[in-house]
């Protein structure tokens, strides 16, 4: 049980063009989910908190009107990179977790490999 | 502000061998420590978790062990395998998961 997916697993794109990536908890509600970012050979890196039907939090230096989140249901919610650049190239993991902490237990999906022409 | 910090960054060893992986953190108060495995290009493997209140967890060839005095987790693989090989992540907080550079692990046949 617990498994979060995510979806494109891999995605390039232009210069300037928005990306949607897709978290889903396939056999569980989460009322939280959290976005991160992975840099090559850096750490995971939390962008945002999202609980369910409520605005996201963001991290500090985290932009918000360019990396949306959207958390509409208890199974999925959703990272859109607008006017995407080079250096929004990056792997971006979600991971989901049943309580409104990030104390609970989070599942972590397989993560999407960014990479912006 | 949570620091966590792993070393090595990188190891090799032959199979059968027992290793620790370090982790340190800056922060006492974390609410638990955690350790993933991470696959090239995949992602995240929970291995262990570790609640503030204890002081160690096992499963399988794997032990981890938690200091929250001295701000220092470990873990340790028993009779280390080829599969064993990836990188190892730890991460803990007291208000969101931070997580380490981690250690790349290499087990040679």
């Known amino acids: 049980g617990a498994v979060v997916s995510q979806h494109p697993s891999w995605v390039i794109c232009k210069s300037g063009t928005s990306v949607k990536i897709e978290c889903r908890s396939l056999d569980f509600q989460a009322t939280t989910m959290f976005w991160y970012r992975q840099f090559p050979k850096q750490s995971l890196m939390l962008m945002a908190t999202?609980?369910?039907?409520?605005?996201?939090?963001?991290e500090q230096g985290v932009e918000k009107d360019k990396f949306l989140i959207n958390h509409a249901s208890l199974t999925l919610s959703t990272l859109t990179v607008t006017s995407a650049h080079p250096e929004d190239s990056s792997f971006y993991i979600c991971s989901a977790g049943r309580g409104r902490a990030y104390q609970e237990t989070q599942y972590f999906g397989p993560g999407t490999r960014l990479l912006v022409l | 502000k949570q620091e966590v910090t792993q070393i090595p960054a990188a190891l090799s060893v032959p199979e059968g061998e027992n290793l620790v992986l370090n982790c340190s953190f800056t922060?006492?108060?974390?609410?638990?420590l955690q350790w993933f495995r991470q696959d090239p290009g995949k992602g995240l493997t929970s291995l262990l978790l570790i609640q503030s209140s204890q002081r160690e967890q096992t499963s399988g060839r794997l032990n981890a062990s938690l200091d929250k005095s001295s701000g220092r987790s470990t873990l340790y693989i028993a009779a280390s395998q080829p599969g064993d090989s990836a990188t190892y992540l730890c991460?803990?907080?007291?208000?969101?998961?931070?997580f380490g550079k981690g250690t790349k692990l290499t087990v040679n046949p």
């Open positions: 922060d006492s108060a974390i609410y638990n």
């Open positions: 991460a803990g907080g007291s208000e969101k998961l931070v």
């Open positions: 999202s609980n369910e039907g409520s605005k996201a939090t963001y």
